[in-house]
């Protein structure tokens, strides 16, 4: 960014966010430091509500740190073959003729938000990327051609189009519950399918509306007139990821050949027709391997495909560490009888009506402790799940009230914004004010869809 920028800038909305910014980078820890504080409080909360013995929580703690270990490896399959699709000569070469479309700052900001909320509702790992991407990419060109973008703003704009994504493709609550065999069959009485909760009218509905409302209020907050301009101080776009495509020897040759990923690609594509010509339906595996399907028909070779997973796979780690504590948290709710306490306590401040509403709002500060979409549906869908039954809500709107809640928050919970910060270099802060103009317009949107198709 430009080094004009001093922390009185910013306009009204961004500095009257100021002090919650700098709680949020003062004061919220690391997600995995949440992660384990919340191991703890809800293992003391399970001592003293349920009466269990400390032995009979550690155990089951323990039993259930490795209860969810193939949705770990979906979730984490989701992130990285996101981040690899993004990554892809071709999608970097459609980035930047995108790039070049918006002619004023205010159509760039609007074009940045909806191209990152259709790429996030194809995979969450997409969209967080290409936010990131396009939003330097259009701050670069159009420093180019004279064009002055607040880069704040764009980068914001980038982030905003998460908003949507556990409305799309690759949300994974709503695939869990499609996926036989998930840690929620039993409850479901069997799986879920997306045309109830994905792919229902309600929420396609709903995907639009908040599309439409957010692009209206970013248009509306956008700097403009004399408002302070951070521009992009200078071209930061980062170069293709490098491929060590060095060719010695004939296995060398074999390596960087189109070959043989191109004919894994078409197999794998081939499978995906296959699967759903004959009734299958979409679960988190089959999304993850039409992915899987696309990388390897993009890719030039196996070293390019070797190189794009080194680069993606530092974007992972964190996950796969954090997700068996939220299972062994899930362990311990469940060995001690605490699901059905927090169950009957939801059930007795709700109604058939409001519970809707109520499960996102809890959602939404759950969300703030259990960053991840994947782990927060772990920890909280068995309870939303048994307090619906009970209520004798259709289980479609529990499942999707938790994945509102969890998307409607990241706008103003740092976690999944800070892969896209580095790729711009900047801060929380930076984009805070911007952020929670988002927050209020989707939550606007989620409410009145749980409300409306509750009655």
């Known amino acids: 960014m430009s080094k004009t920028a001093t922390p009185q800038g910013g306009t009204a909305i961004s500095r009257a966010m100021r002090p919650i910014n700098n709680l949020v980078e003062r004061f919220i820890p690391s997600a995995l430091v949440f992660a384990i504080v919340l191991t703890f409080i809800v293992a003391i909360l399970a001592l003293l509500v349920t009466g269990s013995s400390p032995l009979l929580i550690v155990q089951s703690w323990g039993d259930g740190l490795a209860g969810l270990l193939a949705f770990i490896t979906q979730m984490a399959l989701v992130l990285m073959l996101g981040f690899i699709l993004a990554n892809t000569r071709p999608v970097r070469r459609l980035l930047r003729f995108l790039g070049r479309i918006p002619k004023t700052p205010l159509q760039g900001y609007v074009f940045v938000f909806l191209v990152a909320a259709v ?8 969209g967080l990327v290409v936010g990131g991407l396009l939003a330097r990419e259009v701050a670069a060109q159009g420093r180019e051609r004279g064009i002055r973008f607040h880069f704040p703003m764009l980068v914001a704009a980038g982030f905003a189009g998460f908003v949507v994504w556990h409305m799309g493709y690759s949300g994974s609550g709503p695939l869990t519950a499609a996926t036989p065999d998930s840690f929620i069959a039993k409850q479901l009485g069997g799986p879920l399918s997306i045309s109830e909760t994905t792919f229902s009218s309600w929420n396609m509905i709903a995907t639009v509306a908040t599309i439409i409302l957010v692009a209206a209020s970013l248009y509306l907050v956008a700097p403009r007139g004399n ?3 951070v ?7 980062e170069e293709l990821v490098a491929v ?3 060719v010695s020897t004939p296995a060398d040759r074999l390596d960087a050949s189109r070959l043989p990923t ?12 296959i699967h759903f010509s004959t009734g299958g339906t979409l679960t988190l595996d089959i999304v993850n391997w039409s992915f899987l399907a696309l990388i390897l028909l993009l890719v030039r070779s196996p070293f390019e495909l070797m190189a794009l997973t080194k680069h993606a796979a530092s974007n992972v780690g964190e996950i796969l560490l954090q997700f068996p504590l939220y299972a062994g948290i899930l362990g311990i709710m469940t060995g001690s009888g605490l ?8 059930v007795s401040i709700s109604t058939p009506q409001t519970f809707g509403v109520l499960a996102f709002l809890s959602a939404g500060l759950v969300n703030f402790f259990v ?3 994947g782990g927060q549906f772990a920890v909280q869908a068995p309870i939303m799940l048994t307090a619906a039954a009970e209520l004798g809500v259709d289980p479609s709107i529990p499942i999707m009230a938790v994945a509102y809640g969890d998307q409607w928050t990241n706008m103003i919970q740092p976690f999944w914004a800070l892969p896209l910060l580095a790729i711009a270099g900047l801060k929380m802060r930076d984009i805070l004010g911007y952020t929670t103009i988002v927050l209020i317009a989707s939550g606007v949107v989620f409410a009145a869809t749980l409300l409306i198709v509750s009655l």
């Open 371 to 373: 960053p991840s979409g």
């Open 119 to 126: 790429a996030s509702l194809i995979t969450w790992g997409l």
């Open 227 to 229: 408002d302070k301009i």
């Open 244 to 246: 060590d495509d060095e």
């Open 339 to 346: 699901i059905q306490v927090l169950s009957d306590v939801f």
């Open 262 to 273: 191109l004919l894994l690609g078409v197999m794998l594509l081939a499978y995906l027709v």
């Open 231 to 237: 521009e992009l101080a200078q071209d930061a776009r």
